[in-house]
């Protein structure tokens, strides 16, 4: 099946700093790649919703300036969590969906973020 | 709208029991269907989906029927063992929402040997 990775697997920062986290889709085209956070216990929770070549969308409740979404090719998109603080520490998961099996999503190992 | 309503956890078994999860969907129109698997610490694994009525997924020994008379997909498995422990979550895809997943809030699962 289509693998999708993810880097870092787990990150510590101090609080202010800036995060990047990649979702690579390794072996399809993704049209579409998706962020989610998931919090202890929790199901996922969508945070936005990236096309290749324009702007993400992002979900209700979404700080579009916190969360920096870029996704600049086809095998590549990119979360930057900016001025992060301890709230921003969560699991952070991306899945990516292709042309080749619509309506199917295929989801990262995860990025555990934890800020000081 | 889409939603995924799936059975509280935790549930707890012994090795060999047999398992099922309930899950209920709502769907605008003819959704996908789909059961993923989370280890501790790990990402979402696809255990199995059906794409439509009457369809049946299975995997590792794990089946689920879609059915489109009581909007259900419930995950069975007849004898569970303690590589299952994990956090089994049910999920819809909807063309009609932009294959948007709409994801249950997962139920915990324990096998005690």
């Known amino acids: 099946g289509a693998v999708v990775s993810q880097h870092p697997s787990w990150v510590i920062c101090k609080s202010g700093t800036s995060v990047k986290i990649e979702c690579r889709s390794l072996?399809?085209?993704?049209?579409?790649m998706f962020w989610y956070r998931q919090f202890p216990k929790q199901s996922l929770m969508l945070m936005a919703t990236?096309?290749?070549?324009?702007?993400?969308?992002?979900e209700q409740g979404v700080e579009k300036d916190k969360f920096l979404i870029n996704h600049a090719s086809l095998t590549l998109s990119t979360l930057t969590v900016t001025s992060a603080h301890p709230e921003d520490s969560s699991f952070y998961i991306c899945?990516?969906?292709?042309?080749?099996?619509?309506?199917?999503?295929?989801f990262g190992p995860g990025t555990r973020l934890t800020v000081l | 709208g889409d939603s995924v309503t799936q059975m509280e956890g935790p549930v707890t078994l012994s090795e060999e029991a047999f398992l099922t999860i309930n899950c209920t969907y709502t769907?605008?129109?003819?959704?996908?269907l789909f059961w993923y698997v989370q280890y501790p610490g790990e990402g979402l694994q696809l255990l199995l989906k059906?794409?439509?009525?009457?369809d049946k997924g299975s995997n590792k020994g794990f089946e689920a029927t879609y059915r489109k008379e009581t909007t259900s997909f419930h995950l069975e498995k007849g004898s569970v063992q303690v590589s299952d422990s994990a956090v089994y979550f049910c999920?819809?895809?909807?063309?009609?929402?932009?294959?948007?997943?709409?994801f249950g809030t997962g139920t915990s699962l324990t096998v005690i040997p």
């Open positions: 899945s990516a969906s292709g042309q080749g099996a619509p309506g199917e999503q295929f």
């Open positions: 072996d399809f085209q993704a049209t579409t």
């Open positions: 990236s096309n290749e070549g324009s702007k993400a969308t992002y």
């Open positions: 769907a605008t129109g003819y959704p996908s």
């Open positions: 059906a794409t439509k009525a009457d």
């Open positions: 999920a819809l895809s909807d063309r009609y929402t932009g294959n948007q997943f709409y």
